[in-house]
């Protein structure tokens, strides 16, 4: 048996990991769905609804077994991952959840009521610049939940990139406006706190690259033009509807890629 004093942690950011102390136990992978279904669910759900949404081509009795078959499965490690009772299932309160965390400290970032000097940080940064269960793909729930953080961790990215230009963390606020603009090169706002980022910094010919990738991606992808809201950050385009990157001379040091 593991002893109970032994810390059990739940990675589903980059991918499925779950570890006791600093060792990775395997599981079976009806095991992994379940365990990470329930420490993405935020209260205890009924096994009837575990089931269903786990195994929902099945028939009740079978997704039933299933059910209880990754319950018996979990169970043998010999630690209380799940907790169970005879109508609800829920992750074990002990343990501790990578997105959980990730996702408070995005909220955080979103509520501008509070300070957040404690959490702009590299681990912060990297959490938020990770996929929930990228290999995983094959289940409806699992689309859900990974389109739900995909959207809080873009607008967490933005948010923390507008922070660090508050702060005059020139670099940092780079570093985080393009884990946005990789995340989801489609969105004007992402490349629109990057700018902000460079022009903050004095960078202005990075500025107006990053404004030409934009518009050559929206153009390319979407048939669109950057919104006005983005050119006005860049007034000396007007009356330019071609604007090179050649237009200024490169100012300043490059940025570093990471915080």
Known sequence: MIADTHVVSLRLLKGFALCVGQNRVSISSSAQRLVAFLALQDSPRARAYVAGTLWPDATTSRANANLRSSLWRAARMGHQIIEASSQELAIGKRITVDIRDAAARAHRLLDTSRSCDDILTMQTLTDLSADLLPDWSESDWVLIEQEQYHQLRLHALEAMSERLIAARRHGEAVA???????????????????????????????????????????????GLEPSQTLKNLLPHLSGRPHPTAAAWPATSTPYPSAM
């Open 176 to 222: 985080a406006g393009l884990a946005a603009v990789r995340a989801e090169p489609l969105r004007e706002s992402a490349h629109r706190v990057l700018v902000k980022a460079h022009l903050s910094a004095g960078n202005r010919a990075a500025a107006l690259r990053q404004y030409e990738q934009c518009r050559t991606v929206l153009r390319n992808e979407l």
